[in-house]
Antibody, heavy 119, light 109 residues
Framework: QLQLRESGSRLVKPSQTLSLTCAVSGGSLSTADYSWSWIRHPPGKGLECLGYIFHTGNTYYNPSLKSRVTMSVDRSRNQFSLKLTSVTAADTAIYYC???????????WGQGTLVTVSS | QSVLTQPPSASGTPGQRVTISCSGS????????VNWYQKLPGTAPKLFIYSNNQRPSGVPDRFSGSKSGTSASLTISGLQSEDEADYYC??????????FGGGTKLTVL
C-alpha cells in the first residue's frame, strides 16, 4: 500500500524559506504513469496545486508561484521536496504531498502538515 | 477567486438526489478531464471521480460524474448522512496547470 508522509518546518518567519519533504513508501518515484505533487489548503480557502515533478525529474510549477517554488527528488531516499521562498502570511496552509495519475487525479495523499508563517 | 466556479453550498435530505456543478471555460474543462474530490474535516482530500465519470474502487456507485462542454457535474443519488463533506472539482488548463474549484459544502439535512 502506497503511503506518503510530509515532514519539515511547521513555523516559518515571514520572508524566510518554507521547506517540506514527502517520504514515499510502498512505491517508487521512478515509476512511469505517475507524477508527484504538492497541494496546499489555506484556512477558509480552496485547494491550490503548487506544481508537480514527473517521474523523469522534470518539473512544472504553478505560474502564480513559479518564481518562489522549487521541487526536487531524492531517488536514493525515495522522497521529494518542496521549497517556497519569501513566504508571507498568505502562505499559511495545510500542505499535502500527493501522487498524480497521468490518466487523471491525485489518488494518494499524505496526511498533510500545517505550516504557519508568523514572526 | 477560483477559475472553476462551484456553488459554495448544497444540501439535501437522506435519499434525495443532489447535483454539484463546476463551471469552467474552453481553456480548461472543455479540453481536459475533470476529477472530483471529497474532503472531510481534518483529513486529506479523497479522489471520488476521475476522468469525468470514473469511480475509483471503494467509492459508492451512488456517486457519478459527467461533463458537457465547459461544465461538469457531480451527482449523488440516494444521499446519505456520511456524504456530508466538502467537494472539489479539478482539471487542467491549457498550460498544464492543475486548477481546483472553490469547493462546495454539502449538508445532509
Amino acid at each position: 500500500q502506497l503511503q506518503l508522509r510530509e515532514s519539515g518546518s511547521r513555523l516559518v518567519k515571514p520572508s524566510q524559506t518554507l521547506s517540506l519533504t514527502c517520504a514515499v513508501s510502498g512505491g517508487s518515484l521512478s515509476t512511469a504513469d505517475y507524477s508527484w505533487s504538492w497541494i496546499r489548503h489555506p484556512p477558509g480557502k480552496g485547494l491550490e496545486c503548487l506544481g508537480y515533478i514527473f517521474h523523469t525529474g522534470n518539473t512544472y510549477y504553478n505560474p502564480s508561484l513559479k518564481s518562489r517554488v522549487t521541487m526536487s527528488v531524492d531517488r536514493s531516499r525515495n522522497q521529494f521536496s518542496l521549497k517556497l521562498t519569501s513566504v508571507t502570511a498568505a502562505d499559511t496552509a495545510i500542505y499535502y504531498c500527493a501522487r498524480h495519475l497521468d490518466s487523471g487525479g491525485f489518488d494518494y495523499w499524505g496526511q498533510g502538515t500545517l505550516v504557519t508563517v508568523s514572526s | 477567486q477560483s477559475v472553476l466556479t462551484q456553488p459554495p453550498s448544497a444540501s439535501g435530505t437522506p435519499g434525495q438526489r443532489v447535483t454539484i456543478s463546476c463551471s469552467g471555460s474552453s481553456l480548461n474543462i472543455r479540453g481536459s478531464a475533470v476529477n472530483w474530490y471529497q474532503k472531510l474535516p481534518g483529513t486529506a482530500p479523497k479522489l471520488f471521480i476521475y476522468s469525468n465519470n470514473q469511480r475509483p474502487s471503494g467509492v459508492p456507485d451512488r456517486f457519478s460524474g459527467s461533463k458537457s462542454g465547459t461544465s461538469a457535474s457531480l451527482t449523488i443519488s440516494g444521499l446519505q448522512s456520511e456524504d456530508e463533506a466538502d467537494y472539489y472539482c479539478a482539471t487542467w488548463d491549457d498550460s498544464l496547470n492543475v486548477l481546483f474549484g472553490g469547493g462546495t459544502k454539502l449538508t445532509v439535512l
